[in-house]
């Protein structure tokens, strides 16, 4: 199995990783406070998110991961809000 040096990532994938840290730091999230957290993770699936993100980083590769989880889901907001209602002119046809 290729070392965390060896990966060659993507180009596309690169900007993805680029692209929500830079998420994070816009949304106030990386703030001069930090906390430690610490888990062990099979190595075959850091290695394959860092290889989808284009991080090298493990703390980076965990505060993208954070902050996908951090960040407001709009369409599980929208669902949500409209349970239970198709609207007015909405038919079951069987």
């Known amino acids: 199995?290729?070392?965390?040096?060896?990966l060659a990532p993507p180009s596309t994938s690169t900007s993805?990783?680029?692209?929500?840290?830079?998420?994070v730091r816009q949304a106030g999230l990386l703030g001069n406070k930090t906390e430690h957290v610490s888990f062990r993770a099979p190595k075959a699936l850091v290695d394959a998110a860092k290889q989808q993100t284009g991080l090298r980083s493990t703390t980076e590769l965990g505060?993208?991961?954070?902050?996908?989880?951090?960040?407001?889901d709009s369409v599980?907001?929208?669902?949500?809000?409209?349970r239970?209602?198709?609207g007015p002119s909405h038919t079951l046809e069987y």
């Open 63 to 72: 505060l993208v991961a954070l902050a996908i989880l951090a960040r407001p």
């Open 84 to 86: 239970g209602s198709l």
């Open 16 to 23: 993805i990783g680029a692209a929500l840290l830079e998420g």
């Open 76 to 82: 599980a907001a929208a669902m949500r809000r409209t």
């Open 1 to 6: 199995m290729p070392d965390d040096h060896n």
